[in-house]
Nanobody, 125 residues
Framework: QVQLVESGGGLVQPGGSLRLSCAAS????????VGWFRQAPGKEREGVSC????????SYADSVKGRFTIVRDSAKNMVYLQMNNLKPEDTAVYYC??????????????????WGQGTQVTVSS
């Protein structure tokens, strides 16, 4: 049974940092593109960052470029999202997901077929 579990969310002040983790069981993340998505109250889910199965050409939403970094740890079968200089508008539930597509590049529009339960990130003073 495939399971993705996000962790690392919490309350942080503007300008602060968090590192989200996506731990997988039942699958080897190296074989999949992995995406991070978020959904704020009253808003649609949006793609934040993704990485291809070959760790090539990671993608970032314009709103997080230069502040967020996606990293894969093959040894631990995990993917991280390092979030720096957080802003109140980053407040959302963050989800990781896997896609069979995306060997050399990734896209938020791919079919992501496994999802975690989400972790809450709140940026507030």
């Amino acid at each position: 049974q495939v399971q993705l579990v996000e962790s690392g969310g919490g309350l942080v002040q503007p300008g602060g940092s968090l590192r989200l983790s996506c731990a997988a069981s039942g699958i080897t993340l190296d074989y999949y593109a992995v995406g991070w998505f978020r959904q704020a109250p009253g808003k649609e889910r949006e793609g934040v960052s993704c990485i291809s199965s070959f760790d090539l050409n990671p993608s970032y939403a314009d709103s997080v470029k230069g502040r967020f970094t996606i990293v894969r740890d093959s040894a631990k079968n995990m993917v991280y999202l390092q979030m720096n200089n957080l802003k109140p508008e980053d407040t959302a539930v963050y989800y990781c997901a896997t896609s069979n597509d995306g060997s050399y590049a990734c896209s938020f529009t791919y079919d992501y077929n496994h999802w975690g339960q989400g972790t809450q990130v709140t940026v507030s003073s």
